[in-house]
């Protein structure tokens, strides 16, 4: 039995890649530069490989310069492998073509990112990783933390037995910073994986002295193509040798993963086809539709390239009416977005070759994908090619989407925290969701919504955790419990709108229940009282000055959660605060500790709930809405149109009219 540990998909990717890595050239990209850090960590610390080494690791000077140390390194037999995303991946892509071209078995573990266009964006989807598809090298998805750390582990055994390149990657953000408790691998077992006998023969194929052979040779028209189709053997064998692997993983460990693997009736009539993260949420909603008379399946895509015909055909259920394929990219002006190509190609000739196939784009640039659009999309009839996810009412492609909402086990309880970036907030749910995760039998789950500034910008997190498995990569919309660590947030946002009936909500403040009042606007009374929310208060700013903590509160919020919800006892919360504290702050000395300790002392006796007045169901609304307004029309269109709403936290409601103006990217 593996054990089971707290972590994001960066760290499991990290932890999978270690034990097969001599060589890891690394440089930093959001949001994969946790993977090369805890590579430099774990080497400081002289931990050691599979093979018993410590992983030799070299910062370079740009994403280039590490593919190309990569490259080196294979060429002269020593295993290699590196991190990135987005343009940072394009960047990678000449390199990509040599390590294919030269039947090198590297592996890039990229967290996926998507690509600037008309706008940079540091947010997730799959459009770095689409840009590679021709280079040459295998390409596997993985949906979920445990799955980044399984299939992270197969790329590498593959890799060296298939001798090709593989990019694994995982959605950026959305797997590469959620936390989960997964099942670590334990290097005694990934070495009993390996094939020692093919990762001789790489040594032996290496550039050396001793070995009469030059690379990177030059060749005329007459004889390029022929070598070319020379490789072709190795493409025709990786999807055994990757199912092969995975054989050898799910005997070892009781998964049953596969190049494609199907959930759904076996009656179904309608499928989506999907890889990454989206697949959980796929698998879910399918579920529950499943069990109110409904016919649908999906069917995971895992190895992207080479995409093989003879397993996808065979995953797909026998009376299948429709087919719809989901890909988590735009490219613009082609005949139909990358996967669902492939899945044209592969159905053609086949015994599905009259089966309609429906394209959608979803989620790019992290756009949360929740159960109300994949119900959307199965029941969509009328649009061969569309949207889904926004409003668009100028092309008209977008499909409409319900308020149909996925209610998770009843034991699964659910957090949303708003924060701001550097007071602690996301440090301390981290550090929550360990505590919870590691010293109980609950499952976690935790995902944090960051501004692209991130240093003083909104973040929300959204934690949760139960007994129940938690298949939900996505935003929380209804808490059971909501904290707001900023007062003034509560005139920007509908905080306590998204808490279900007789749940609970804290605040972070220093007003007295007279001030509070005049405060709080009379819409987030009246919501708090007509749904019976108990309203707590804590006044996290003087603790910290009275401990010397001053802006850094994130250990007391952390003493108050715990207070309210009673996830813990008490006494139990406070020690395992107390030694997360220890474990945080001791590089910085006792004394820093020693505030912690006493925030934490404090917090726990200082949360107070607030009674609700009765009379506080009959408030009105107040008008929020004071901003200065430009006095040029132009810009005053954009502030009243674009920018307000994205202020308010509302620009997912946005049309795509509204951006008309603005198609080029800009502002004014």
């Known amino acids: 039995m593996r054990n089971k540990t707290t972590m994001d998909g960066n760290k499991a990717a990290a932890h999978a890649a270690y034990a097969f890595t001599e060589n890891a050239a690394i440089y930093p990209i959001t949001p994969s530069s946790a993977m090369a850090e805890y590579m430099e960590i774990w080497a400081s610390e002289d931990r050691k490989n599979i093979l018993g080494a410590t992983v030799q690791t070299v910062e370079m000077q740009s994403e280039s310069g590490a593919a190309g140390a990569v490259h080196g390194s294979l060429i002269a037999g020593t295993l290699a492998s590196t991190f990135t995303s987005s343009q940072g991946l394009l960047l990678m892509i000449p390199e990509i073509y040599r390590l294919a071209g030269e039947l090198l078995p590297g592996v890039i573990h990229v967290a996926a990112r998507t690509v600037a266009a008309h706008a940079l964006s540091i947010f997730g989807d799959h459009s770095d990783v689409y840009a590679c598809r021709q280079t040459g090298a295998a390409i596997l998805a993985s949906s979920s933390v445990q799955e980044t750390m399984d299939l992270g582990a197969a790329a590498h055994i593959a890799a060296i037995k298939g001798r090709l390149p593989f990019i694994h990657f995982f959605d950026g953000f959305r797997t590469s910073h959620e936390m989960q408790k997964i099942e670590v691998w334990d290097y005694d077992e990934l070495y ?8 001789m023969d790489f040594r032996k194929n290496s550039l050396n002295p001793m070995h009469s052979k030059i690379m990177g040779s030059a060749q005329n028209p007459d004889i390029f193509f022929q070598n070319r ?106 005949a139909g977005e990358p996967l669902y190509l492939d899945v044209i190609a592969a159905l053609k000739d086949s015994n599905f070759d009259n089966i309609p196939v429906f394209s959608g784009r979803y989620g790019l640039s992290s756009k949360d994908t929740t159960p109300a659009q994949i119900k959307a999309v199965l029941e969509n009839t009328s649009k061969r ?107 920007k946002y509908p905080i306590v709108q998204e808490i279900k009936d007789g749940g609970c909500f ?14 709080l606007p009379g819409q987030v009374k009246r919501y708090i009282a007509r749904r019976n929310i108990r309203f707590f208060i804590i006044d996290a700013i003087s603790i910290g000055r009275e401990t010397g903590l001053n802006g850094k509160i994130s250990t007391i919020l952390q003493a108050a959660f715990f ?15 107390k030694t997360a504290a220890e474990k945080a702050y001791g590089k910085k000395g006792d004394k820093i500790v020693k505030m912690n300790h006493l925030a934490i002392d404090i917090a726990i006796k200082s949360v107070r709930e607030i009674p609700v007045p009765e009379s506080w169901k009959k408030c009105v609304d107040d008008n929020l809405d004071h901003e200065l307004l430009p006095d040029r029309p132009e810009t005053l269109n954009y502030v009243q149109n674009v920018q307000k709403p994205i202020v308010k936290q509302q620009g997912d409601n946005l049309p795509v009219s509204a951006f008309l103006p603005y198609a080029d990217g800009s502002c004014p």
Not at 192 to 199: Q, R, S
Not at 563 to 577: D, H, P, R, Y
Request: glycine share 6%.
């Open 385 to 491: 090619r569309f949207t889904v996810g926004i409003d668009d009412d100028v092309t008209h492609l977008s499909i409409p989407t319900s308020d149909f909402f996925l209610w998770l086990p009843n034991d699964i309880y659910e957090c949303k925290f708003w924060g701001l970036g550097g007071d602690g907030t996301v440090s301390a749910n981290k550090s929550t969701i360990n505590i919870i995760g590691n010293n109980t039998d609950l499952n976690v789950q935790a995902y944090f919504e960051y501004d692209s500034k991130k240093s003083r910008g909104l973040t929300i997190s959204h934690l949760r955790f139960g007994k129940s498995p938690i298949h939900a990569p996505y935003l929380i919309r209804q808490a059971d419990f909501s904290a707001c660590h900023n007062q003034t947030y509560m005139h």
């Open 563 to 577: 207070k309210v919800t009673g996830i813990l006892s008490e006494k139990t919360a406070v020690k395992l605060m």
């Open 229 to 334: 189709e020379a490789s072709n053997q190795y493409y025709d064998r990786l999807p055994s040798i990757m199912q092969d692997t995975m054989d050898k993983i799910n005997k070892t460990i009781g998964t049953d993963y596969h190049l494609f693997d199907y959930a759904g009736a076996y009656n179904a009539e309608h499928i989506i086809v999907a890889m990454g993260s989206v697949t959980d949420t796929i698998e879910e909603t399918v579920r529950f539709l499943n069990d109110h008379d409904g016919k649908y399946g999906l069917i995971k895509v895992r190895l992207y390239r080479p995409f093989s015909t003879k397993h996808f055909l065979k995953a797909i259920p026998a009376g299948v009416k429709r087919i719809t394929v989901l890909d988590r990219t735009k490219e613009p002006g082609s």
């Open 192 to 199: 009993k994986l390996y094939d020692m006998d093919t990762l």
């Open 506 to 519: 804290l605040l972070s403040s220093g007003l007295n229940e007279d001030e509070l009042e005049s405060f």
